[in-house]
């Protein structure tokens, strides 16, 4: 198996009665790639990692994890350790036993099993904390002492399901930090699991963006967001206006549009194939639109009537009335030298425009 | 803050009324057995007529007493191992495992729990005839484990369903078989439900009277021995001091367990996230 299929799942399914959680997914994740699932609750993102980990079979398909199939391996005899949503610390042991709960077999003397724990606490910046107990650590010891006890034996993949769920803002960003480049320092490929779109755009290599038990598109992060291939990854990452189009021509690279109250607009179709005279969906990030109480010169502008704004600090929220378009248009703004748009007259009219390129076509369904 | 002060405020108030009638009714009774086993007469009734052990040596030489509590104790002992054993098994069944008919097997395990003991001594009787089986205390224990296992069913399902059941998935993950993940994680988190089940089981066993006297042949255990003596009037005294050594041993076994059920309380809190 080459390094690219190091995790190949092949057609898999799972079924539980009627439902199908599951339903024929194929992905290749690399070795050493951080890889997340992302997607709702119910997606099917939690029943494809307990999967991997051995804790459910597939009802079809095969899962390869460095070339070896998994169908008929226990989750005990995996070369994969997971991280567990509740972190399951063991209640009854203290950190060091936990974090060394899988070196029984190895048979170590007192002073191997301490030092391959102390490595272990080296790398989660817990030292001196062996003989704690389990109750006497927080939500964020909690998280590295399970992973600390999930990398102890070098796992050729780690499993992460929502370990950063119960943690607070501050420190769940901090973690999305430190995972990340604990990640590179250990080298072990990582199926992350969230339903958090922020946090896997902020860690993954690669993100699946996973809806009704199959995946929709799996793609770098910023491919995901600049080039969504369809209306429900553009809908759930981030935000989107979405314009209806038709196609009038498709050239080299180049398709020309009608974007109805937007005027006619010249845009790249991406990978994706459309034929003249197809109803389409011209699609634009809030962000890529400028936003003045003036019409700017040149470049494409639309004229609207501000119909809500939000103070954000560091930037603002617009929704601009265009007429002809259905819902209100949603611009962002970084908060430079917009604050005049807070004034008490910003019922009046504003002016928006973009460039070309900040467009993307999507079909329409 | 005003309920506060009704209950710690004046001290003899409605509520502290209540609280000692309550007490009194439940336990004066229950106090006469060791102040009438010291005391000096056969007739139990005021006034003392003054200290004795006589009772006691009575009852430490009494043959059939102690053959009879040996038999309690060596079949409680055993019913109490088997049904928590059986009990553990069963709860780690119904609440780990996705078993067809689930809810019908549950309903047949607990159904002893509602049966009247009397109904449940014939029919244990009727088969036990029919079989030709020689009554004896195997037959005893036997009826007593089908009444005790559903107990120890019940606690085993209620401490097991306590604890997050990843740590058993956990356990398998980091390498564990299912019998090593059993002895090493779902056992030492289930200890406070085992010997709560041990010694209800016991006691359970140790109380019964219906089954011991419906299928115990020749063999008598305690309860049915103390039933026999209360024909004689002047053996009464030996019972009351009889009753007072199994308080005692009673008082001690259920600060163990309490002690015990707190611990299991603690480990609980601590494994929430």
Same mark, same amino acid.
């Given at each position: 198996?080459?390094?690219?299929?190091?995790?190949?799942?092949? %057609?898999?399914?799972?079924?539980?009665?009627?439902?199908?959680?599951?339903?024929?997914?194929?992905?290749?994740?690399?070795?050493?790639?951080f890889f997340s699932l992302l997607g709702p609750s119910g997606c099917g993102k939690t029943t494809l990692l307990r999967m991997l980990a051995g804790f459910e079979f597939p009802t079809a398909g095969e899962i390869f994890i460095d070339g070896q199939a998994m169908s008929t391996v226990a989750p005990?005899?995996?070369?994969?350790?997971?991280?567990?949503?509740?972190?399951?610390?063991?209640?009854?042991?203290?950190?060091?036993? %936990?974090?060394?709960?899988?070196?029984?077999?190895?048979?170590?003397?007192?002073?191997?099993?301490?030092?391959?724990?102390?490595?272990?606490?080296d790398l989660i910046k817990l030292s001196g904390y062996e003989d704690r107990a389990s109750h006497e650590l927080s939500g964020g010891e909690r998280q590295r002492v399970a992973l600390a006890r999930a990398l102890i034996r070098r796992p050729k993949v780690l499993l992460l399901d929502e370990p950063l769920g119960a943690l607070d803002k501050q420190l769940r960003e901090q973690m999305q930090l430190?995972?990340?480049?604990?990640?590179?320092?250990?080298?072990?490929?990582?199926?992350?699991?969230?339903?958090?779109?922020?946090?896997?755009?902020?860690?993954?290599?690669?993100?699946?963006?996973?809806?009704?038990?199959?995946?929709?598109?799996?793609?770098?992060?910023?491919?995901?967001?600049?080039?969504?291939?369809?209306?429900?990854?553009?809908d759930f990452i981030g935000t989107m206006n979405f314009f209806d189009a038709s196609v009038q021509d498709v050239g080299d690279g180049q398709a020309s549009i009608d974007a109805g109250p937007l005027g006619k607009l010249s845009v790249s179709p991406g990978n994706l194939a459309f034929s003249s005279g197809q109803a389409a969906l011209a699609a634009i990030r809030p962000e890529k639109i400028s936003i003045s109480s003036e019409k700017p010169s040149g470049g494409h502008v639309v004229e609207g009537t501000m119909d809500a704004a939000a103070y954000l600090g560091d930037r603002s929220h617009f929704y601009v009335r265009v007429p002809g378009v259905d819902k209100p248009v949603a611009v962002s703004a970084q908060n430079i030298d917009q604050t005049h748009l807070h004034g008490d007259g910003n019922q009046g009219q504003v002016w928006l425009s973009w460039s070309n390129d900040a467009v993307v076509l999507l079909n329409k369904d | 803050m005003s309920t506060h002060t009704s209950v710690t405020g004046p001290r003899f108030g409605p509520l502290g009324i209540y609280a000692i009638t309550y007490l009194a009714f439940v336990y004066i009774p229950v106090m006469f057995l060791p102040m009438f086993s010291f005391n000096d007469s056969v007739f139990i009734a005021f006034p003392l007529k003054g200290f004795t052990l006589e009772w006691y040596r009575a009852l430490a030489t009494s043959d059939g007493l102690i053959d009879a509590l040996y038999n309690s104790v060596k079949i409680a002992a055993v019913v109490a191992v088997l049904a928590t054993a059986l009990g553990t098994l069963a709860a780690k069944a119904v609440t780990r495992y996705k078993i067809p008919g689930r809810g019908p097997v549950i309903t047949f395990i607990m159904t002893p729990l509602v049966i009247p003991g009397i109904i449940m001594g014939i029919a244990l009787l009727v088969i036990v005839n029919m079989l030709g089986i020689e009554m004896s205390v195997y037959t005893i224990?036997?009826?007593?484990?089908?009444?005790?296992?559903?107990?120890?069913?019940?606690?085993?399902?209620?401490?097991?369903e306590g604890f997050d059941k990843n740590l058993e998935e956990a356990s398998q993950d980091l390498g564990e078989g299912a019998w090593r993940t059993?002895?090493?994680?779902?056992?030492?988190l289930s200890v406070p439900g085992i010997i709560a089940s041990l010694l209800l089981s016991f006691t359970i066993s140790f109380d019964e009277f219906i089954l011991a006297f419906f299928l115990g042949g020749q063999d008598i255990t305690l309860p049915v021995y103390i039933w026999g003596q209360l024909r004689f009037p002047a053996k009464l005294p030996v019972i009351l001091a009889l009753g007072a050594c199994i308080l005692a041993v009673s008082f001690v076994l259920v600060t163990f367990a309490e002690w015990f059920r707190r611990r299991g309380v603690q480990i609980k809190t601590s494994s929430g996230v």
């Open positions: 198996m080459s390094d690219e299929q190091f995790i190949s799942i092949q %057609n898999v399914s799972k079924h539980f009665g009627d439902v199908h959680a599951v339903d024929r997914v194929s992905i290749d994740i690399a070795r050493g790639e005990n005899h995996r070369p994969v350790n997971m991280v567990f949503q509740s972190y399951a610390i063991f209640p009854h042991l203290n950190v060091s036993q %936990n974090i060394g709960y899988s070196l029984r077999k190895d048979k170590l003397s007192k002073a191997d099993f301490n030092s391959r724990v102390g490595e272990m606490l430190e995972l990340r480049s604990l990640q590179r320092a250990v080298g072990i490929t990582f199926v992350f699991v969230t339903h958090d779109q922020e946090e896997a755009l902020t860690m993954s290599d690669r993100i699946a963006v996973m809806s009704k038990g199959r995946y929709l598109q799996i793609d770098t992060p910023t491919k995901l967001y600049e080039a969504p291939q369809n209306r429900e990854v553009a | 224990g036997l009826g007593h484990l089908l009444v005790s296992t559903p107990f120890s069913m019940l606690i085993m399902v209620s401490r097991l059993f002895w090493r994680v779902t056992f030492p």
